[in-house]
């Protein structure tokens, strides 16, 4: 395995934990100051909608390290 593929792995595990944060909003990460900022400034489906957006672009970080 070389350092692309591993790379490749971890964006995998970051789009996951992106995925669970946002899909069930645990009260202790929701609340971080940076995500209440985004929820002031973006809403709560718009801060909803950049995490997805957020992990899908880890997931096609992803893909792209796994095939290189």
Known sequence: MDGFALL???A???AGIVFFITVKK???IWNIGKIRGFRKVLGEKGTVLFFYTF???AIVLGIWLMTM
Do not use: K, T
């Open 26 to 28: 645990p009260e202790a």
């Open 55 to 57: 992990g899908l672009l």
């Open 8 to 10: 490749g792995i971890l």
């Open 12 to 14: 995998f595990a970051y």
